[in-house]
């Protein structure tokens, strides 16, 4: 069975996330992908974020209609360890957590973001997260082959004379590497951002284009994003 697991802050989870997890499913024919809220995203430290039960909740509304998408529960915090005291949520650490429950023929992928995968140089132990399992790279408007290879930690990036080679090459196919393997997921054309949506939502402006219908209900009862924040 093929798995992936799809990390993010979600704050809030919107149409974007959906879309891209569909077509990674459809094109790795993924019989599951489970959606993982950080309990403490890394990089995100020193930026205010949603409190985890309320991500949480409006994670398992956005994929409710979708049989193949899970909400998890595995970076949820631990409520016997003070807030204060709480690590970041590494995940490599996930995927390993998870590695150990699967059977043989079970073939584990990491669905992220181009936006996100420009930075994964600067992730907690980077370069054996990318020997772990396959990653799936979503591509963005304005990349290409080349910004995945340079975006890799120093001592996996293809020679110079081979990333240079890819800076007309559009985030398609599959880039087999010593210590990683990505596969590229092509532009899914659903330029949504939780930044835009919590400006809307301080706004008062429409959510339904971005936000699943149960999603935008939920943090119109709940009252959140009710003062423009600056956090992505």
């Given amino acids: ?65 979708e049989k193949e998408f899970i909400p998890s529960l595995l970076e949820a915090p631990d409520l016997a360890i003070p807030e204060s005291k709480r690590k970041p949520s590494y995940s490599i650490e996930t995927v390993r957590r998870v590695k150990k429950t699967l059977g043989r023929s079970d073939h584990l992928y990491f669905l992220i973001g181009m936006d996100a995968f420009r930075e994964i140089a600067t992730w907690y132990k980077a370069e054996e997260l990318l020997t772990e399992c396959d990653f799936i790279v979503a591509a963005r408007p304005g990349y290409s082959l080349a910004d995945v290879a340079s975006a890799l930690p120093e001592k996996l990036r293809p020679q110079a004379s081979v990333t240079k080679l890819f ?16 596969h590229m997921l092509p532009e899914t054309h659903e330029d949504i951002s939780a930044t835009q949506i919590r400006t809307a939502v301080d706004r ?5 284009r971005l936000l699943p219908d149960l999603v935008a209900e939920y943090i119109k009862k709940e009252g959140l994003y009710r003062k423009t924040r600056t956090r992505d």
């Fill in 1 to 65: 069975m093929n798995i992936a697991l799809f990390g993010g802050t979600f704050d809030p989870i919107h149409r974007g996330h959906l879309v891209v997890a569909r077509a990674a499913a459809a094109k790795f024919q993924l019989k599951q992908v489970w959606f993982v809220p950080a309990d403490i995203p890394p990089h995100k430290q020193k930026s205010p974020v949603t409190a985890f039960d309320h991500r949480y909740a409006m994670v398992t509304l956005g994929v409710a209609s």
């Fill in 167 to 182: 800076r007309k090459e559009a985030m398609d196919g599959t880039l087999v590497l010593r210590g990683a393997t990505l």
């Fill in 204 to 208: 008062g402006g429409a959510l339904k």
